[in-house]
Protein backbone atom coordinates (compact mmCIF):
# COMPACT_ATOMS: atom_id res chain seq x y z
CA UNK A 1 0.00 0.00 0.00
CA UNK A 2 0.54 3.90 0.11
CA UNK A 3 1.77 4.18 -3.93
CA UNK A 4 2.87 7.26 -5.10
CA UNK A 5 2.96 7.93 -9.17
CA UNK A 6 3.66 10.72 -11.09
CA UNK A 7 3.39 11.71 -14.21
CA UNK A 8 5.33 12.47 -16.82
CA UNK A 9 8.57 10.63 -15.39
CA UNK A 10 10.74 12.86 -18.06
CA UNK A 11 9.99 15.65 -19.82
CA UNK A 12 11.45 17.82 -22.22
CA UNK A 13 10.17 21.18 -23.11
CA UNK A 14 11.51 24.70 -24.89
CA UNK A 15 12.19 27.62 -23.01
CA UNK A 16 9.04 30.01 -22.27
CA UNK A 17 6.48 26.96 -22.68
CA UNK A 18 4.88 25.81 -19.57
CA UNK A 19 5.00 22.08 -17.85
CA UNK A 20 2.05 20.12 -15.64
CA UNK A 21 3.57 17.72 -13.45
CA UNK A 22 0.68 15.35 -11.72
CA UNK A 23 1.05 13.68 -8.65
CA UNK A 24 -1.13 10.80 -7.50
CA UNK A 25 -1.65 8.81 -4.31
CA UNK A 26 -2.97 5.57 -5.98
CA UNK A 27 -4.69 3.68 -2.53
CA UNK A 28 -4.93 6.44 -0.16
CA UNK A 29 -6.24 9.67 0.79
CA UNK A 30 -3.50 12.28 1.25
CA UNK A 31 -4.61 15.14 2.82
CA UNK A 32 -1.40 16.87 2.34
CA UNK A 33 1.31 16.76 -0.62
CA UNK A 34 4.32 18.27 -0.68
CA UNK A 35 6.78 19.33 -3.81
CA UNK A 36 10.40 19.03 -3.25
CA UNK A 37 13.02 19.89 -6.14
CA UNK A 38 16.31 18.10 -6.32
CA UNK A 39 19.50 19.71 -8.35
CA UNK A 40 22.22 17.49 -9.29
CA UNK A 41 24.59 16.54 -6.36
CA UNK A 42 22.03 18.63 -4.31
CA UNK A 43 19.53 17.60 -1.30
CA UNK A 44 16.10 17.92 -2.12
CA UNK A 45 14.67 21.67 -1.23
CA UNK A 46 10.86 21.53 -0.09
CA UNK A 47 8.90 23.65 -2.61
CA UNK A 48 5.44 23.74 -1.44
CA UNK A 49 3.46 22.27 0.85
CA UNK A 50 -0.47 21.87 -0.65
CA UNK A 51 -3.60 20.76 1.24
CA UNK A 52 -6.55 19.92 -0.24
CA UNK A 53 -9.19 22.63 -1.34
CA UNK A 54 -6.75 25.33 -0.78
CA UNK A 55 -3.61 27.56 -1.58
CA UNK A 56 -0.60 25.93 -1.53
CA UNK A 57 2.21 27.47 1.00
CA UNK A 58 5.48 28.40 -0.83
CA UNK A 59 8.60 27.93 1.13
CA UNK A 60 10.56 31.49 0.76
CA UNK A 61 12.47 32.25 -2.55
CA UNK A 62 9.79 30.05 -4.36
CA UNK A 63 7.37 32.11 -6.15
CA UNK A 64 3.98 31.24 -6.78
CA UNK A 65 3.34 32.38 -9.86
CA UNK A 66 6.04 30.78 -11.57
CA UNK A 67 5.16 27.40 -10.04
CA UNK A 68 1.07 26.85 -9.73
CA UNK A 69 0.26 24.00 -7.47
CA UNK A 70 -3.33 22.72 -7.14
CA UNK A 71 -4.65 20.33 -4.99
CA UNK A 72 -8.09 19.58 -6.37
CA UNK A 73 -9.03 16.21 -4.41
CA UNK A 74 -7.32 13.72 -2.10
CA UNK A 75 -5.65 12.29 -4.41
CA UNK A 76 -4.35 14.26 -7.14
CA UNK A 77 -1.53 17.61 -6.99
CA UNK A 78 -0.30 19.48 -9.86
CA UNK A 79 2.83 21.22 -10.00
CA UNK A 80 2.96 23.78 -13.44
CA UNK A 81 6.21 25.32 -14.68
CA UNK A 82 4.84 27.97 -16.11
CA UNK A 83 7.39 29.42 -18.93
CA UNK A 84 10.23 27.72 -17.99
CA UNK A 85 14.11 28.40 -18.35
CA UNK A 86 16.89 26.28 -18.76
CA UNK A 87 17.71 26.98 -14.66
CA UNK A 88 14.19 25.56 -13.91
CA UNK A 89 16.06 21.98 -15.34
CA UNK A 90 15.75 19.94 -12.15
CA UNK A 91 14.29 16.57 -10.49
CA UNK A 92 11.20 16.92 -9.28
CA UNK A 93 9.46 15.25 -6.52
CA UNK A 94 5.96 15.09 -4.88
CA UNK A 95 5.19 13.17 -1.78
CA UNK A 96 2.21 12.25 0.38
CA UNK A 97 1.09 11.89 3.66
CA UNK A 98 -2.26 10.91 5.60
CA UNK A 99 -2.54 7.51 6.46
CA UNK A 100 -4.13 8.08 10.20
CA UNK A 101 -1.15 7.76 12.84
CA UNK A 102 1.79 7.98 10.42
CA UNK A 103 4.28 11.00 9.80
CA UNK A 104 5.55 8.99 7.06
CA UNK A 105 5.66 9.82 4.01
CA UNK A 106 5.39 8.10 0.39
CA UNK A 107 7.44 9.91 -2.64
CA UNK A 108 6.60 9.77 -6.18
CA UNK A 109 9.03 8.42 -8.42
CA UNK A 110 10.03 12.21 -9.25
CA UNK A 111 9.87 14.05 -12.89
CA UNK A 112 13.31 14.96 -14.46
CA UNK A 113 12.66 18.33 -16.76
CA UNK A 114 14.67 19.68 -18.83
CA UNK A 115 14.35 22.74 -20.57
CA UNK A 116 16.22 23.58 -23.99
CA UNK B 1 24.54 27.15 9.31
CA UNK B 2 22.44 24.29 7.58
CA UNK B 3 19.62 23.02 9.52
CA UNK B 4 20.81 19.26 9.00
CA UNK B 5 24.67 18.90 7.57
CA UNK B 6 25.96 15.75 6.84
CA UNK B 7 29.49 14.60 5.60
CA UNK B 8 28.48 14.43 1.96
CA UNK B 9 31.55 11.54 1.36
CA UNK B 10 31.77 9.26 -0.84
CA UNK B 11 32.41 6.96 1.38
CA UNK B 12 34.51 3.94 -0.20
CA UNK B 13 34.82 0.46 1.71
CA UNK B 14 35.09 -3.22 1.10
CA UNK B 15 32.33 -5.92 1.18
CA UNK B 16 31.77 -6.52 4.80
CA UNK B 17 32.93 -3.88 6.16
CA UNK B 18 31.10 -1.72 9.11
CA UNK B 19 30.78 1.89 8.47
CA UNK B 20 29.21 4.45 10.34
CA UNK B 21 27.43 7.71 9.28
CA UNK B 22 26.50 11.10 11.12
CA UNK B 23 24.03 13.82 10.95
CA UNK B 24 23.86 17.14 13.20
CA UNK B 25 20.80 19.25 13.29
CA UNK B 26 20.88 22.99 14.20
CA UNK B 27 17.34 23.00 15.99
CA UNK B 28 17.02 21.70 19.30
CA UNK B 29 13.41 21.30 19.33
CA UNK B 30 12.97 19.09 16.50
CA UNK B 31 11.20 15.74 17.21
CA UNK B 32 11.58 13.13 14.47
CA UNK B 33 13.88 12.03 12.68
CA UNK B 34 14.78 9.34 9.54
CA UNK B 35 17.20 7.77 7.99
CA UNK B 36 16.14 7.91 4.13
CA UNK B 37 18.29 5.73 1.40
CA UNK B 38 18.03 7.54 -2.18
CA UNK B 39 19.40 5.84 -5.41
CA UNK B 40 20.87 7.55 -8.34
CA UNK B 41 18.44 9.35 -9.69
CA UNK B 42 15.25 7.81 -8.00
CA UNK B 43 13.14 8.92 -5.01
CA UNK B 44 14.07 8.59 -1.52
CA UNK B 45 12.73 5.69 0.08
CA UNK B 46 12.50 5.56 4.26
CA UNK B 47 15.08 3.23 5.50
CA UNK B 48 14.18 3.77 9.13
CA UNK B 49 12.61 5.79 11.61
CA UNK B 50 14.94 7.06 14.92
CA UNK B 51 14.42 6.95 17.88
CA UNK B 52 16.16 8.23 21.08
CA UNK B 53 15.96 4.64 22.54
CA UNK B 54 17.89 3.68 19.48
CA UNK B 55 16.64 0.90 17.11
CA UNK B 56 17.98 -1.50 14.61
CA UNK B 57 16.68 -2.92 11.91
CA UNK B 58 18.47 -6.03 10.53
CA UNK B 59 22.12 -4.91 9.70
CA UNK B 60 21.29 -1.45 10.49
CA UNK B 61 21.41 0.29 13.61
CA UNK B 62 20.02 4.32 14.23
CA UNK B 63 20.99 6.51 16.98
CA UNK B 64 19.84 9.85 18.33
CA UNK B 65 21.59 11.55 20.68
CA UNK B 66 19.59 14.76 21.79
CA UNK B 67 21.89 16.14 23.49
CA UNK B 68 24.54 16.46 21.41
CA UNK B 69 22.21 17.19 18.65
CA UNK B 70 23.52 13.89 16.09
CA UNK B 71 22.12 11.08 14.61
CA UNK B 72 23.80 8.09 13.41
CA UNK B 73 23.19 5.23 11.41
CA UNK B 74 25.76 2.04 11.60
CA UNK B 75 25.63 -0.62 8.40
CA UNK B 76 26.95 -3.79 9.01
CA UNK B 77 28.59 -6.49 7.17
CA UNK B 78 27.88 -3.58 3.89
CA UNK B 79 27.12 -5.40 0.34
CA UNK B 80 27.13 -4.04 -2.64
CA UNK B 81 23.64 -3.30 -2.80
CA UNK B 82 24.06 -0.71 -0.32
CA UNK B 83 25.79 1.35 -2.59
CA UNK B 84 23.45 4.63 -2.38
CA UNK B 85 23.40 7.98 -1.13
CA UNK B 86 21.97 8.27 2.54
CA UNK B 87 20.06 11.04 3.71
CA UNK B 88 19.57 12.09 7.33
CA UNK B 89 16.12 13.91 7.55
CA UNK B 90 14.22 15.67 10.51
CA UNK B 91 10.91 17.31 10.77
CA UNK B 92 11.75 20.95 12.19
CA UNK B 93 9.64 22.05 15.13
CA UNK B 94 7.59 24.29 13.22
CA UNK B 95 6.55 22.00 10.54
CA UNK B 96 5.47 18.91 12.78
CA UNK B 97 2.19 20.28 12.18
CA UNK B 98 1.76 19.90 8.28
CA UNK B 99 5.06 16.93 8.90
CA UNK B 100 7.47 18.75 5.57
CA UNK B 101 10.31 17.06 6.24
CA UNK B 102 13.88 18.99 5.92
CA UNK B 103 16.63 16.97 4.45
CA UNK B 104 20.66 16.67 4.56
CA UNK B 105 22.58 16.57 1.96
CA UNK B 106 23.44 13.40 1.85
CA UNK B 107 26.30 10.44 2.24
CA UNK B 108 27.56 8.86 -0.88
CA UNK B 109 28.43 5.23 0.55
CA UNK B 110 30.22 2.92 -2.35
CA UNK B 111 30.70 -0.19 -1.42
CA UNK B 112 33.13 -1.92 -3.64
CA UNK B 113 33.60 -5.82 -3.75
Known amino acids: GAVVSQHPSWVICKSGTSVKIECRSLDFQATTMFWYRQFPKQSLMLMATSNEGSKATYEQGVEKDKFLINHASLTLSTLTVTSAHPEDSSFYICSASGLAGSVEQYFGPGTRLTVT | RKEVEQDPGPFNVPEGATVAFNCTYSNSASQSFFWYRQDCRKEPKLLMS???SGNEDGRFTAQLNRASQYISLLIRDSKLSDSATYLC??????????????FGSGTRLQVQP
Open chain 2, 50 to 52: VYS
Open chain 2, 89 to 102: VVILPMDTGRRALT
